[in-house]
């Protein structure tokens, strides 16, 4: 506690007086960052669920934008976090001392960084500049303390993005079309840019306004290396050329600057609604106070008595990335007239329904159907609900399912309010009846001879790109609409999609071997016959029949069907021995989400112990201070991490939760209707077994626990073994 104590008295602008430490200050945003996995979380801070993210930019920053070894370019003002393959970046904010308009000219190497979700703050020891950074939900304030000099200047980019600029092995992107202009009387600074690029793989309009409260002693324009003083408008677009807008200050020392920062998708008119309706003028501290608030009102939402300050960190950092996983837009949506919620950056539902957004159902209840209800008014608008969807298109490219069908089953499942079930349902029987294509050209998915049908018309997709992966996705897409069609009446449709959940066992392959284990998933050629792939081979990205994992992974996925896996496999122990084999031998991956699921497995084949001992074994080599297994997924990864550290982990589509060991002493986890679940273990490091479970005072004996249960909060007693 004294380390987090002298920590936070570290920041000025909170501490005119000691202050006991918020949930907020738990919270390192470098987490994720800072490791060389791939997590590719974004440093920069945002409020819940924001629509702007600010944070640093540097070279070699891969899909977030910044790598901590290398000197600070500036700071973009949106960011997508964890994933692996990259939007935005857009808007590079550059202070300085003397005007470098080249790319590379104004790096400086920084020092004293602060990383909370409510404040990042940094030292840019190259010209003695203090930034300070603190979100709004859809703007941003910053404040530059300058040292004294006539040369302080703030360089805007226009024409800046992560993709192309940063991550260079993002290719294809451009900006089709950008203006700038400069108001010296307001000490504004308007920037339009028309984007291709990055993961919306369409062209995309973005407005930033941003608003000064110090009156410059100069302004211009720039285009690459060249600089026009007092001109204040560019509007030429030369291909592949940065341009954007400059102005200097004449500064003392420890002179400060705040600069106001607002993204809108809609226009200039409505950024200016939005930045006076968020930060009307320039109190900084105010604007950090309100995102403390706003934090600790989410985060308060599981509290926890932690083995270590260092666990406690990594759980409320790992939560903080949930209430990150999309972006409320509903005053900033541009697509189309509506009353209706609009979220945005939804970036794919591949990898948030798994975990992340049955996490949301349970801690924050009103954003669950808030999501609900803006997926029924895209339907209605666009006519279909995809996997991904940012900066308000859809992505047509699904990495597997059409696995929005999970996200809303499971919310209704769970009794989620609000929400009109009956209208949510039809997304769900619009991608049963007219979509399960798979990644087909034009013409195989109007061909049906070609392919196009093929899954439903026998329940698999021929040999192809995806094609095994997406036809077990399939199955159990169905099976979530089954559950859903049955309980609200549609009978045809649920012995439709039920029976149609069935078939992934055409592509069992009983004689595929493998590491001296024979059946595995295969893929199956147009004629019926199998392919015998390399079972332990892991198919990438867009280029296998299996999305990135392998056969091994695979063969698990089946959350619908375990106990007709456990057969064809040779049965529990042989089914058991098998798994572990995989798990040890590193051929069944938890750091995807196609293994995320796997552990609990084990529970189906009757050894729940196992399923406890290999989460712990996940949690203990795969989440540290630095990072995460893998790629974080826009909460997926932190809310994995979350759910198994509290001891209950979701079969999301289903009404099902597995138990295992808590990592914690104790939580208290705040319910929708302003019930509480309390959890109490004696956790200890080694004790990975649950030896009994109490559940307000009774015995429960079984391995699972449904929603209607847990809902209903009161207390959970475990007694753990080693």
Known sequence: MKRLFWLLLSIPVLFSCAREAVFADYVDTSIGVLDDRASNCVIGPQLPYGSINPSPQTMNG??????????????????????????????????????????????????????????????????????????????????????????????????????????????????????????????????????????????????????????????????????????????KNAEGVHRGAYCRFDTRKDSQIHLKVVLSFTGFEKAEELMMQEIPGFNFDKVVRQGIKAWDDKLSSVKIESLSDSDRTIFYSALYRVFTLARDRSLDNSKWESDKPFWDDNYAFWDTFRTAYPLITILDEKAMSDNINAMIDRQIHNGQVCDGFVAGIDRLGDQGGNDVDHVIADAFLKGVKGVDWHEAYKIVKHNADMKRIGQLTWRERQDSTAGGYMYKKQGWIPNGVMSTSQSLEFSYNDYSAALMAKALGYEEDYLKYEKRSHEWINLWNPDLENRGYKGFMDARNMDGSFEFIQADKVGGSWNSPFYEGSSWTYSY???????????????????????????????????????????????????????????????????????????????????????????????AGQDLYYLSAPRCKSAEIRLADGKTLRIKANAGKGRVFIKSLKINGKEWKSPFITHSVLSEGGLWEFELSE
């Open 62 to 235: 891969s899909m977030d934008g910044y790598h901590p070894d290398y000197p600070i370019r500036g700071f973009g003002q949106l960011h997508v976090s964890g994933t692996g393959w990259s939007s935005y970046g857009h808007f590079l904010i550059s202070p300085m001392i003397g005007l470098e308009t080249g790319l590379t000219d104004h790096d400086s190497k920084h020092s004293a960084d602060i990383n909370r979700p409510y404040l990042y703050k940094t030292h840019l020891d190259r010209y003695g500049i203090d930034v300070e950074i603190a979100p709004s939900h859809y703007s941003v304030i910053y404040r530059f303390t300058f040292p004294e000099s006539e040369e302080s200047v703030l360089l805007f980019d226009a024409a800046h993005s992560v993709v192309g600029d940063i991550a260079k092995e993002m290719t294809g992107a451009r900006a089709v079309e950008n203006t700038v202009e400069v108001d010296p009387e307001t000490n504004t600074v308007k920037m339009k840019l028309c984007f291709s690029g990055g993961w919306p793989g369409d062209e995309y309009y973005l407005y930033c306004l941003c608003r000064f409260d110090t009156k410059a002693q100069e302004v211009g324009v720039w285009e690459g290396d060249n600089i026009y003083p007092g001109l204040l408008h560019i509007e």
């Open 557 to 651: 996925y089946v959350p619908h069907d375990f106990e007709r896996i456990i057969d064809l496999m040779g049965g529990k122990e042989a089914f058991t021995e098998r798994l572990e084999y995989g798990f040890r031998n590193r051929l069944v991956k938890y750091d995807n989400e196609p293994g995320f699921l796997a552990p609990w497995a084990f529970v189906h084949a009757g050894r729940p112990d196992l399923a406890s001992y290999w989460v712990h074994d996940t949690m203990d080599k795969g989440f540290d201070l630095k990072g995460y297994p893998g790629n974080e997924d826009t909460g997926s990864m932190g809310s994995w991490y979350v759910f198994c550290y509290l001891g209950f982990f979701p079969n």
